[in-house]
């Protein structure tokens, strides 16, 4: 309770709010009514597109039930046909059983070089997420910067789909049907897998972005000093 009203009082006085995507920024106008600036994530280019030479699924994340990695458990029981790799830590309770798919592979808790290297060559990344307007996570556009093109559960960030980069669907069901689209059409996941790469690595670019903090930073220093 302290540490909301915290929070109220800071955005109250603040010079400027800084928001991650247009839901944010809307959220910040309807509760606040304050108009926030949108900096997207920041992250290291990738120069070069990798070859993609692994058609896998790719689940990367802390294993807890707001994660909903159960879903991930249950798409790679139903396409037998395909690979899954699953890397994290948390609880193993919750994918209890995953030793028995012989499609799918548990890694557990990997170096970010390590991760880097799978998401060079594996097709598609999952994000099975309950939660709603916390930005895109820092995972899916780490794998969108290697190519992957990634299919997410409450996609508030509307990235997605208007710039043809990924997809974003309501359940178990539509995740699986837009992964047999994405390993049986080939073409469709390079167009894809190729928008995502050249996409993020501009928009996310640390760079470019850091350097709209600066600039925004300069101006208020500027204007109260």
Known sequence: LILDLLVQIGIKN????????????????????????????????????????????VWIGQITNWKNPQLFIEIAKKLKNYKFLMIGYGDLNLIK????IKNLKFLGKLKNEEVNKILEKSWIIL?????????????????????????????????????????????????????????????????????????SNNYFDYEKNGNLYYRYFLEIFSKNS
């Open 127 to 199: 994000s099975t997420s309950k939660s709603e307007g916390e930005g895109i996570p820092n995972v899916i556009i780490q794998a969108m910067m290697r190519g992957n093109v990634p299919i997410c559960l409450n996609d508030d960030y509307s990235i997605l789909e208007k710039y043809k980069i990924g997809f974003k669907v309501k359940n178990l069901n539509e995740m699986i049907e837009k992964i047999v689209l994405l390993f049986e059409n080939e073409h469709l996941f390079f167009d894809y897998s190729r928008r995502a790469f050249e996409f």
């Open 14 to 57: 603040s010079h400027l709010i800084i928001v991650q995507n247009e839901f944010q920024k809307n959220e910040a106008k309807k509760i606040w009514k304050r108009d926030a600036i949108i900096i997207p994530n920041l992250q290291f280019r990738v120069e070069n597109y990798p070859k993609k030479t692994d058609k896998i699924v």
């Open 97 to 100: 059983g995953y030793e028995n």
